[in-house]
């Protein structure tokens, strides 16, 4: 088979080119629409131009007319972004439309720029996910118009914020630049008044270093056009008019304006280039009045003023090459912008939590879509009736920067979840063939295997018939032992293993916790647990089925003092309920831990500024935080104790609870909260947080990670590269938490990490404090755009209720990064669990069917991450393999690692290897990215 391979690191060289500078002001007119894939409206509605009630925006009208106009004038350009919209719109054009469109991509008059199948947000999105959306666009653009349209111009005007991973990502993917509009208001006015609104961004400094080097530009005019310059049907400016007979005659204003503009945003660049951004919000509906009008100032000024300016319809790319010419020396920036502040009371750290069932769902998506790729590369192809197209698009759509951010209306973020549960129950029927075809040893005999969505809150038909199987997929490259909790009606069962003996488990009474957000979804009564020993990237069977006895646990105590397992002990206050301390027995260290529930009151405005928290505005009423009961914040606790983990379930009160637990031979500490309905009836909005107070000197410092991969130092109240004057000191020192956050003792060498199953927003507001946004119930707009409050009713209509996971690692800093490294790994990927309603005996499921299947030969080194694993065609895949240990991190893990694949995968022979770019769609080295000289 002939094997494609991309590489997650790779060496790039390019040459340089110098050309001459001119004293002549290049004015680039750049056409283009921002068109988000879902916000007001859904993707389709966007599309389709319906729902006009709510928004009027149609892209499939934007690119009817643009594609018409392009073709009158070989001059004209446009750049067009979400491939998302683009792929619709392709799919319902004639050959000889999509000829003409060739014609003017080869032209260079129709140029991708970004063209990931959406504008990815920057803050709430999982490097894994960026990669994959990225790559359905690009290999869209790849497969219909050929290596020559490779996009060249990363494009993240709208999102709100932005990472240094992203950065890293983009020069990866073999992009020459970087623009963007939203920056901090401080930053950016330092910026315009020092020139250095453009810049060169190290994304990976300490790692990648001078390969992840991205010439990166901040837009003048935010990203619509100068003043009074705006042509589209949306626009109150008035048109050029050049017919000197008529009274409204306004040529020479308009082209005095321009040039008035032109200056005004030069004096803040370097070179004698300029760059108008003409357009903005799905707007090019009627091109035709866009183009007359550019058409008349750039004739016009052209003839005027020869000497002086140099206007023509641009692209970025263009732009970037005339920069790069002028060869001239540039700053390097090696931090993020992180937060976004529009105002001195905007802090736009809200939406790292907003919307948190979401955002979980995306999270958990991510893991089964990895899933469901690897199954069709393991079955030599998707079946005839589902692939796994569906989901893939699905999640590209939902890493949109108003879509997984938490941003977009309700019944959007509705639309979202949809696309992904259709695309899940596709990947469902992908994965049945799948293992159809791998447990299956006569080929004739079928197994109907079930997904379960709501194990977490014990609810599962197919296991709550008490006699079933269970086939646990492990989507990593390594041996793996996890504990599978999954809910039956009887206390009456046994566990048995591929083999068919018995295993050690447990059975737990389901807790009125559960019940309790359950509701009416299921009865069961119990829950199994047990563990499961999972060979490489492939799956073992276990089995349930009816006993005449149960076994015992140690039963329910109203306190306890202390739960512990081989690693780590947490001792209990037995007044308050709190955690007091956690100790960590292979490295003797103990660390004193108050860990409780609070809430912000939500601002809806005050005598200093009228901005409310909303959807995307984090804003509390003040820097205090509120217990989550009357009672002191004390909390009710029950221990449980059984064979395989010992637990704390804590309720704090009606709508706050948790259960801490340690698992047998687990090397981190589960915190399981269950938030919400969050009251409101007293007309307060509530941002809820967990806080994890220790007694670690932190010097005001803590680290978060950028989308899951690389830490970035945070330090309070402070900005690298500018002065920070912070007058909200809650919102503007919090940051987006992708997969984790910790604070260190350096004086005692110790590390405190908290690892999320999804994106939140955190922070460290005193020295050895962390904290974490789980949920969020407002009452009030915060008059971005988006139109109603942030109240999640759920499924009951009575307020979202969301459970999700924090893990803890504490441990020498030296320690740390191999636990937190290898345990985020296992957060991102999890395994999937599919169940068979089974009456028979182990025993005759083995003759019939294979219980153990690994589709490698051997495990993958332990700092190596299979990422990508993904049928293209039958003889090629994409591989993407990853070291997932940053430089100096771990002693050992760290250091560079060689990965044989001969004879690795037992699916398939590699017969050759093709080195691409990180977003696969052209050969690494056919890239030649440009170089830059830097301070």
């Given at each position: 088979m002939d094997l494609k391979v991309a590489c997650f690191v790779c060496i790039v060289l390019v040459a340089f080119v110098s050309l001459s500078l001119s004293t002549v002001v290049n004015i680039h007119i750049v056409p283009h629409t921002h068109d988000d894939v879902g916000w007001l409206k859904t993707v389709d509605e966007y599309y389709s131009g319906t729902n006009r009630s709510i928004n009027r925006a149609g892209v499939k009208f934007i690119l009817d007319s643009v594609i018409s106009e392009l073709q009158k004038d070989s001059r004209r350009t446009f750049i067009y972004v979400e491939i998302a919209f683009f792929y619709r719109w392709w799919t319902e054009q004639s050959s000889e439309t999509k000829e003409i469109v060739k014609k003017l991509v080869a032209n260079k008059q129709l140029e991708f720029v970004n063209a990931g199948w959406c504008m990815n947000?920057?803050?709430?999105?999982?490097?894994?996910?960026?990669?994959?959306?990225?790559?359905?666009?690009?290999?869209?653009?790849?497969?219909n118009f050929g290596k020559e349209a490779r996009p060249r111009t990363a494009w993240h005007i709208d999102p709100f914020g932005h990472s240094s991973e992203q950065a890293a990502l983009f020069a990866k993917m073999g992009y020459d630049g970087f623009f963007f509009a939203r920056i901090d208001y401080q930053d950016i006015g330092k910026r315009e008044k020092e020139k250095r609104m453009e810049m060169i961004w190290r994304g990976s400094p300490n790692n990648l270093g001078k390969e992840s080097d991205i010439f990166t530009g901040v837009l003048f005019y935010f990203y619509g056009p100068p003043p009074e310059m705006c042509f589209d049907i949306r626009c109150g400016d008035d048109a050029v008019v050049d017919n000197e007979a008529l009274f409204t005659y306004n040529l020479e204003y308009k082209l005095q304006k321009f040039i008035e503009d032109a200056k005004n945003q030069n004096q803040h660049y370097r070179t004698k280039n300029v760059m108008f951004t003409m357009g903005s919000d799905f707007q090019w509906e009627d091109a035709q009045i866009w183009y007359s009008n550019l058409d008349k100032i750039i004739d016009n000024l052209n003839k005027k003023y020869p000497d002086q300016f140099h206007l023509f319809y641009s692209t970025p790319t263009r732009y970037i090459e005339a920069v790069h010419s002028a060869n001239l020396t540039w700053q390097v920036k090696t931090d993020d912008f992180f937060p976004y502040a529009s105002c001195p009371f905007c802090y736009w750290t809200g939406y790292f939590t907003s919307r948190p069932a979401l955002k979980g769902y995306v999270r958990t998506m991510n893991s089964f879509l990895q899933t469901c790729k690897h199954m069709e590369v393991f079955s030599g192809g998707p079946s005839k009736n589902a692939?796994?197209?569906k989901l893939a698009k699905a999640m590209g759509v939902a890493q949109h920067h108003d879509a997984v951010s938490g941003t977009e209306k309700q019944n959007v973020a509705d639309d979202y979840a949809m696309r992904l549960h259709i695309g899940e129950i596709e990947c469902r029927n992908v994965v049945n063939y799948s293992l159809n075809k791998l447990v299956d040893k006569s080929g004739s005999s079928q197994v109907n295997w079930e997904f379960c969505e709501y194990v977490n809150i014990s609810v599962c038909p197919a296991s709550e018939s008490n006699s079933f199987d269970v086939l646990i997929y492990n989507p990593l490259a390594r041996n793996q032992s996890t504990v599978i909790t999954v809910p039956v009606q009887s206390s009456k069962v046994s566990v048995f293993s591929p083999t068919g003996s018995t295993v050690v488990y447990d059975i737990v009474p389901v807790s009125n916790a559960t019940k309790n957000v359950r509701?009416?979804?299921?009865?069961?009564?119990?829950?199994?647990?047990f563990e499961a020993m999972l060979p490489p990237l492939g799956f073992a069977t276990y089995f349930v089925r009816p006993s005449s006895s149960f076994p015992r646990y140690s039963g329910e105590q109203p306190k306890a003092a202390s739960i512990k397992n081989e690693y780590y002990e947490i001792s209990f206050d037995d007044?308050?309920?709190?955690?007091?301390?956690i100790t960590n027995m292979h490295s003797t260290l103990s660390v004193k831990l108050d860990q409780q529930f609070f809430w912000y009151n939500a601002s809806t405005g005050n005598i200093n500024n009228s901005q409310a928290s909303g959807a995307y505005v984090f804003r509390p009423n003040s820097s205090n935080v509120f217990p989550v009961n009357s009672n002191n914040n004390k909390a009710e606790i029950k221990v449980i104790t059984g064979n395989l983990f010992q637990e704390v379930q804590q309720t704090f009160s009606d709508f706050v609870s948790q259960v801490i637990r340690v698992y047998k031979g687990g090397n981190f500490v589960e915190f399981e909260y269950t938030i919400g309905p969050i009251?409101?009836?007293?007309?307060?909005?509530?941002?809820?947080?967990?806080?994890?107070?220790?007694?670690?000197?932190?010097n005001s410092t803590w680290y978060t990670d950028a989308n899951g991969r690389e830490m970035q130092e945070r330090i309070r109240d402070y900005r690298k590269t500018w002065k920070l004057n912070n007058t909200e000191p809650v919102a503007g020192n919090y940051y987006p938490v992708n997969s984790r956050i910790y604070v260190q003792d350096k004086s005692k060498k110790t590390q405190f990490t908290v690892l999320t199953d999804r994106s939140q927003g955190g922070s460290s507001l005193k020295d050895g404090s962390v904290e974490l946004m789980l949920h969020r119930r407002l009452l009030r707009d915060d008059y971005r755009g988006v139109g109603e409050p942030l109240n999640e009713t759920g499924q009951f209509g009575d307020g979202l209720i969301i459970r999700g996971r924090h893990w803890i690692v504490f441990d020498t800093i030296a320690n740390s990064s191999a636990a937190h490294r290898l345990l985020g790994e296992k957060l991102l990927l999890r395994p999937a669990v599919a169940f068979n309603r089974d009456s028979g005996s182990p025993k005759d499921y083995l003759t019939k069917y294979n219980v153990m299947y690994s589709a490698v030969s051997r495990?993958?080194?332990?700092?190596?991450?299979l990422l990508t694993l993904q049928f293209v065609d039958a003889n090629t895949v994409i591989l993407r393999l990853e070291h997932q240990f940053e430089k100096n991190e771990d002693s050992t893990l760290s250091k560079p690692v060689t990965v044989s694949l001969d004879g690795l995968f037992k699916s398939f022979k590699i017969e050759s290897l093709t080195e691409l770019v990180l977003g696969a769609n052209d050969e690494l080295s056919n890239v030649h990215r440009l170089q830059w000289k830097t301070a």
């Open positions: 947000d920057e803050a709430s999105t999982d490097y894994n996910a960026i990669i994959d959306q990225m790559s359905e666009g690009l290999r869209f653009v790849e497969e692939t796994s197209d509701r009416s979804r299921g009865t069961a009564q119990y829950n199994v647990v007044t308050t309920g709190h955690v007091q301390s009251p409101f009836q007293d007309g307060l909005g509530k941002e809820v947080i967990s806080r994890f107070d220790t007694d670690l000197a932190s495990e993958l080194p332990a700092n190596v991450h």
